[in-house]
């Protein structure tokens, strides 16, 4: 799904990622803050296209340029042994309430439901489990 947004002129590059982090107070006043500010909180995205128009911008660099993004899946733990790169497969859920652990955003990656299915893209060395799961790192996209 292409989203319109607009980033900073040094930011406005075919392939560039981006987290979106959130309005910031010298956002108040723009009259363009709407286009701007719609992407999801804490969400990744990656610039698809840009577009030729620019807008006055008090935060970045004085210019902003309009810009395609698509948002990227985040990291998400899999199994060690689907953990190879290129499979499609389905998210699975991993049981655990453990909100202090180190991985527990990898393990429960927002946007990422129960049964997604996911491409995997490349993998990280295995992590390190309080409960003793066999799971690694993985970077992915959407499957269709």
Same mark, same amino acid.
């Given at each position: 799904?292409?989203? #319109? +947004?607009?980033?900073?002129?040094? %930011?406005? *590059?075919?392939?560039?990622? $981006?987290?979106?982090?959130?309005? %910031? &107070?010298?956002?108040?006043?723009?009259? /363009?803050?709407?286009?701007?500010?719609?992407? *999801?909180?804490?969400?990744?995205?990656? =610039? +698809?296209? /840009?577009?030729?128009?620019?807008?006055?911008?008090?935060?970045?660099?004085?210019?902003?340029?309009?810009?395609?993004? /698509?948002?990227?899946?985040?990291?998400?733990?899999?199994?060690?042994?689907?953990?190879?790169?290129?499979?499609?497969?389905?998210?699975?859920? #991993?049981?655990?309430?453990?909100?202090?652990?180190?991985? $527990?955003?990898?393990?429960?990656?927002?946007? =990422? *439901? &129960?049964? +997604?299915?996911?491409?995997?893209?490349?993998?990280?060395?295995?992590?390190?489990?309080?409960? *003793?799961?066999?799971?690694?790192?993985?970077?992915?996209?959407?499957?269709?």
């Amino acid at each position: 799904m292409v989203q #319109i +947004t607009l980033v900073g002129e040094r %930011q406005a *590059d075919v392939g560039h990622e $981006f987290v979106y982090r959130g309005p %910031q &107070p010298e956002c108040r006043p723009c009259k /363009v803050r709407a286009a701007c500010l719609n992407q *999801d909180l804490g969400r990744r995205y990656r =610039i +698809t296209r /840009v577009r030729d128009v620019v807008h006055p911008c008090l935060l970045n660099e004085e210019r902003a340029r309009v810009v395609e993004v /698509v948002p990227l899946p985040p990291a998400c733990s899999v199994a060690a042994r689907t953990a190879v790169e290129g499979p499609v497969l389905a998210c699975e859920k #991993i049981v655990c309430a453990n909100a202090a652990c180190p991985n $527990f955003r990898t393990c429960h990656p927002v946007g =990422i *439901d &129960p049964g +997604t299915r996911i491409r995997i893209v490349d993998v990280g060395p295995e992590l390190e489990c309080p409960l *003793d799961y066999s799971i690694g790192p993985a970077n992915v996209e959407y499957a269709a």
